[in-house]
């Protein structure tokens, strides 16, 4: 179930349940943030289009369609996570019923949690190296993008994915259902 | 280190964990493990080098073309059209649905859109005409496997890129296996139908045929549009996508039934549909890194080498190899772990790049029909409101005509390669 | 030992030949203490990923344009910026000068980065060549060019302010670029013109020498401080012989890719480029003023001209 459906009964899972209905919203920003990259690269690549018949164009275009892929693929990474699109093959863990799912609610947390901790871990070894500009990404200012602006996204959506996952075992030992994509078969 | 990276990414898959999690993980204990342990920063580097990828900003367009076929009732159109044509058949819906499938698979660049979308609607038209629930969902799966053979294809924009093959060729080598695919499910569907009982349609009238081939013809021209203006170099495959999309745009204003809410749907479906898979890349790309830095490809084609220099046997394991394969990992993390993998080993033995290419994506593609990591099975079982374990069992049959297609240009490789070979020139 | 060496060439290339001659010749000079094990295709990621590898110690030499280290010293940048040099024993001179000892000096201090002996050992190209689909006789041909250019600011501005009309466009798209007279030339090195059979579509081929390289083999300096004394020896003997190799193997290459071409059909001259290098001396000293350009770029190109006599 979603976070919207379930009902909260103890002052604990009343609080938890406010902290997930809050990491829901904001994966719905940062689902807002990826369909704007992806808007952006759609219309710059067919403004490229419609130019070069007249023979026009402009270089910082390509590079900065380049710029948003990359951001819509690391502001997605979070809301893809929170939002449950991600596939979860589940017939295995149902054939243990209730236990089977509780068990590898866990192992799934601990995976995430293992994944982003070592992300961030590397975040400073990461912005240290990462030096110089993307080229072609120009400012208006003249100046290039720095590389570092790249992965920038990657580590925000990381660190949220750590506290939603947090948030999923404190859950747990609350007695809350996790949060499921909807599934209605056989209705 | 190739056990480790497959059992845990097998192994967390079956425990629940989401693939791209799964992957996640199975790369850091693989570095771990590793003589790498103290280069984790690789992790994170190698995901940004994953994503910048040129060639990949196609992904979302193709997949945003078919996302916005189901939005604008162009997809509607493209059935109607197919029921005109053939719904008189014998068991003539379960015909529509592969034809629907071939036309749709034109424009849009993914299998998804065809099971949700298209596939919602063939479901719904078969079963209120009296098919059975688990038959209808499963023909659906079994042609929704067209899609990405046709051109426009997410996953041979994919593979091109990783075997540094042209996008061009890759989607004309595509295109005579997509429909060889169709044909077959429609045979298969013809010799079904003379020993059992299907449902039947009358034959639609002339005037029936002339209205809806109106419509349908917006539809048929649009993969022309795409597959010429690519050929011809008029624009570049990620532009191809964009003018896929902006065509399918103009189309639903057209009709009037693009609406600002269906148009916002299509994107936001898109852009996670994209993050799900540039995050599996992101995390295949530092897999792969890993895998390269102890030159595993090497081992592998070394140990296989010895194993066995007959091309049609090493073939005959390759499609075993990959059909295994494909029913534990969707195809995206699939072909980018294989892919890099299996090159010195295709290149030793002779086959063509092109070849290969088309052989490892329907041999993957077929997965999506299977259990336990059939995506398009997942899919249809929720659209067609059937329980999973019944499409699963009405699906097995059908599988057998893609295998013999699979066969059939792993044996024949000019099935694949003399379009691309006619139109681009062969291969230098 | 075991030193990893990273390249973006594949290994039948003629300087994939050249990396693995390198190889064979430092496990030879070295006697098998110091073996390198060569990492073709961009097989551990592109430049700047690579680079960090490099920085980190797990990559020990990559084989690439000095101009990425840019990133470290920003002058480098500036390494193959169009006809700044008279000709190619002006760059030498310049390669070699303590100017740009310092910049390497800069890039080692930042990242622990340095070129492994002399910088212009190994020859890339090995020359710059234009390829039309128009005659081009002499610099005042390039007027109105409509010109393919990657997206690199101060080579579009360049060849803007030489008159051309810069069309950016990705590599692989040139050939159907000119095919469809999107653009009319592209610069190349010499060695890339017939596999990418721009000769097909674009049959006149001037050598214009836009910019001189090399290949830069860059080298982690914790990795080159380990190597003994013996060694260290072997590895500059080796690197040194790869360069005399390279030199060679791409002069003769080049000929007979030229003879093959011209037998089918191409044109194939040699442009005077001093009115370019003029005319490119007003740009570069506005790029100085503005402060893009380091003002000691421009005086060592100055002290390392010929003086006439
Ligand atoms: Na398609
Ligand atoms: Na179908």
């Known amino acids: ?187 | 280190m190739a056990y480790i990276l497959f059992g845990a990414f097998i192994g967390l898959i079956l425990l629940r964990v989401p693939i791209s999690i799964a992957i996640g993980m199975a790369t850091v204990l693989t570095f771990l493990t590793s003589d790498f342990s103290n280069a984790l920063q690789i992790i994170p580097q190698q995901m940004l080098e994953g994503v910048n990828k040129a060639s990949l900003t196609a992904v979302p367009f193709f997949i945003m073309a078919g996302n916005l076929m189901n939005a604008t009732g162009v997809t509607e159109r493209i059935f109607a059209f197919a029921n005109a044509l053939v719904g008189h058949m014998k068991a003539g819906l379960a015909q529509v649905n592969v034809l629907s499938s071939m036309i749709f698979a034109g424009i849009s660049g993914a299998a998804v859109a065809d099971c949700a979308g298209l596939g919602a609607i063939e479901i719904k038209a078969m079963r209120e005409s009296g098919y059975k629930a688990d038959f209808a969902a499963a023909i659906t799966v079994a042609s929704s496997v067209i899609g990405p053979l046709i051109p426009p294809s997410v996953g041979l924009v994919i593979y091109a890129f990783l075997a540094q093959v042209s996008i061009e060729r890759m989607f004309l080598a595509g295109l005579v296996p997509g429909i060889l695919v169709g044909v077959a499910l429609m045979i298969y569907v013809r010799l079904r139908a003379s020993y059992e009982d299907f449902p039947t349609q009358p034959r639609a009238t002339v005037s029936e045929i002339v209205a809806t081939t109106r419509h349908g013809f917006l539809a048929l021209v649009a993969p022309a549009i795409i597959l010429g203006s690519i050929m011809w170099g008029f624009v570049t495959a990620t532009e191809a996508g964009v003018l896929a999309c902006v065509y399918c745009i103009a189309l639903g204003l057209w009709y009037r039934e693009l609406t600002f809410a269906g148009f916002w749907k299509a994107l936001s479906d898109t852009a996670m549909m994209t993050a799900v898979i540039m995050i599996i890349i992101a995390f295949s790309i530092a897999m792969g890194w890993l895998l390269a830095i102890d030159r595993v490809p090497q081992q592998l084609a070394d140990a296989t080498f010895a194993l066995t220099d007959d091309k049609s046997v090493f073939l005959a394991l390759l499609l075993v190899f990959i059909i295994l394969v494909g029913c534990v990992v969707e195809g995206v993390p699939a072909k980018l772990i294989l892919v890099p993998t299996l090159l010195p080993l295709i290149d030793g033995y002779g086959i063509d790049r092109v070849h290969f290419g088309i052989i490892i994506q329907l041999g993957l593609l077929i997965g999506i029909a299977t259990p336990p990591m059939g995506i398009g099975l997942y899919i249809v079982s929720e659209v067609g409101r059937v329980r999973f374990e019944k499409v699963t069992m009405a699906v097995l049959p059908m599988l057998l005509p893609l295998f013999a297609v699979l066969v059939l240009i792993t044996y024949l490789p000019q099935i694949v390669t003399f379009l691309p070979d006619l139109v681009l020139g062969p291969q230098n | 030992e075991t030193w990893r060496m990273a390249t973006k060439m594949p290994v039948d290339s003629p300087e994939g030949k050249v990396f693995q001659h390198f190889a064979d010749l430092t496990e030879k000079y070295t006697g098998g203490a110091l073996t390198i094990q060569v990492y073709p295709n961009e097989q551990l990621g592109k430049e700047d990923a690579v680079l960090e590898q490099l920085q980190a110690g797990i990559v020990q030499i990559y084989a690439e344009g000095f101009g990425y280290m840019k990133k470290w010293e920003p002058s480098l940048g500036w390494l193959s910026a169009p006809f700044v040099f008279d000709d190619y024993d002006h760059w030498r001179r310049f390669m070699q000068s303590d100017t740009v000892k310092g910049w390497f000096d800069e890039a080692r201090e930042q990242a622990g980065v340095m070129p492994l002996g002399d910088p212009t050992a190994v020859l890339r190209g090995p020359y710059r060549v234009m390829v039309s689909n128009v005659p081009i006789k002499s610099a005042a041909g390039i007027e109105g060019l409509k010109l393919r250019m990657h997206e690199n600011k101060v080579a579009i501005e360049a060849w803007d302010h030489l008159g051309a009309e810069v069309i950016t466009l990705p590599w692989t798209e040139v050939y159907q670029g000119i095919s469809k007279n999107i653009v009319q030339a592209v610069n190349s090195p010499v060695a890339l013109v017939e596999s990418m059979r721009f000769n097909e579509v674009a049959p006149y081929i001037t050598r214009n020498d836009e910019y001189w390289q090399s290949v830069g083999f860059m080298v982690n300096e914790g990795a080159y401080e380990a190597l003994g004394e013996e060694e260290r020896a072997g590895l500059l003997k080796a690197y040194a012989e790869a360069g005399e190799y390279s030199r060679k193997l791409m002069f003769d290459t080049a000929d007979e890719s030229i003879a093959r071409m011209e037998k089918a059909g191409a044109t194939f001259t040699t442009m005077d480029t001093s009115p370019l290098v003029k005319k490119m001396q007003g740009f570069y000293e506005a790029k100085a003023k503005s402060g893009e350009l380091p003002q000691a770029f421009l005086d060592a190109v100055e002290e390392t001209r010929a003086k006439p006599e």
């Open chain 1, 1 to 187: 179930m979603t976070p919207q459906e379930y009902v909260p009964e103890s002052p604990l899972q009343r609080a938890l349940h406010r902290a997930d209905l809050a990491v829901w919203s904001l994966g719905g920003v940062f689902g807002l943030l990826a369909n704007f990259c992806l808007l952006v690269m759609l219309l710059l690549t067919a403004t490229t289009i419609v130019l070069r018949p007249f023979d026009l164009s402009f270089y910082w275009i390509w590079p900065w369609t380049m710029v948003f892929f990359i951001w819509l693929s690391f502001f997605g990474f979070f809301a893809m996570y929170v939002r449950l699109k991600d596939v979860r093959v589940d017939f295995l863990a149902a054939r243990f019923g209730p236990a089977g799912m509780a068990a590898t609610r866990i192992v799934s947390d601990v995976a995430t949690l293992v994944v982003v901790v070592v992300i961030l871990w590397q975040l400073p070894a990461v912005l240290a190296t990462s030096r110089g500009v993307f080229d072609g990404a120009i400012l208006p200012q003249g100046a290039e993008l720095p590389r570092q602006a790249l992965s920038i996204p990657l580590f925000v959506s990381a660190f949220l994915i750590l506290l939603a996952a947090l948030l999923d075992v404190a859950k747990l030992f609350a007695g809350m259902p996790e949060n499921v994509a909807e599934s209605h078969p056989e209705s």
